[in-house]
């Protein structure tokens, strides 16, 4: 069965880093692109971006460029979300999700989600 | 970028009774989209894609209409386990895959 796993919650100071990891199980890790999806603390979701896991190509949404990196290793079937100079607003629950693929080849939404991961920012 | 905007903000319905949920889009998205829901600290689960399509193991009381700029997610007789966070997406344009803002569906 499809299986996204991620790391533990995280506590760091503002202006540390953390990498958050996404590791899938169950299917081909590289058929699938995983995109990224943050909501802080009794918000909504925004979706920050995708990665291709055949190429390794991301795309970031806007406000999700220059501190956020996402990254793969395929060997591992692991994604990963790397954020530096961590602000408090950046505290929140960081999701992985699978981009859907339905049976006629069309795109079908986020199909798995990982169970996420808090990461919270506090001096 | 499109914006998606859902209503109402929360919705209060008894248990086996109909809800009717909304989600607008700011452009036409096509079928290119889908409903989600989210229980308290659990990651959301997709519900519909398409419009209309049912997921994997989503129950027939959920279905899914429309097109273009206006959706509907309309649940048939709620069962306590549906009381939760709905939120639509599109996935026509992007990126950004854009999200609406949910609509908290409690029991009345």
């Known amino acids: 069965q499809v299986q996204l796993v991620q790391s533990g919650s995280e506590l760091k100071k503002p202006g540390a880093s953390v990498k958050v990891s996404c590791k899938a199980s169950?299917?081909?890790?590289?058929?699938?692109?995983m995109n990224w999806v943050r909501q802080a603390p009794g918000q909504g979701l925004e979706w920050m971006g995708w990665i291709n896991t055949n190429t390794g190509n991301p795309t970031y949404a806007q406000g999700f460029t220059g501190r956020f990196v996402f990254s793969l290793d395929t060997s591992v079937s692991t994604a990963y979300l790397q954020i530096s100079s961590l602000k408090a607003e950046d505290t929140a629950v960081y999701y992985c999700?699978?981009?859907?693929?339905?049976?006629?080849?069309?795109?079908?939404?986020?199909?798995?989600w990982g169970q996420g991961t808090l990461v919270t920012v506090s001096s | 970028e499109i914006v998606m905007t859902q209503s109402p903000a929360t919705l209060s319905v008894s248990p086996g009774e109909r809800a009717t949920l909304s989600c607008r889009a700011s452009q036409s998205v096509s079928s290119n989209l889908a409903w989600y829901q989210q229980k308290p600290g659990q990651a959301p689960r997709l519900l519909i894609y398409g419009a209309s399509t049912r997921a994997t193991g989503i129950p027939a009381r959920f279905s899914g209409s429309g097109s273009g700029t206006e959706f509907t997610l309309t649940i048939s007789s709620l069962q306590s386990e549906d009381f939760a966070v709905y939120y639509c997406q599109q996935y026509n344009n992007w990126p950004p895959n854009t999200f609406g803002q949910g609509t908290k569906l409690e029991i009345k």
């Open positions: 999700a699978r981009d859907g693929v339905a049976a006629a080849g069309t795109i079908m939404g986020f199909d798995y």
């Open positions: 169950g299917y081909t890790f590289t058929s699938y692109a």
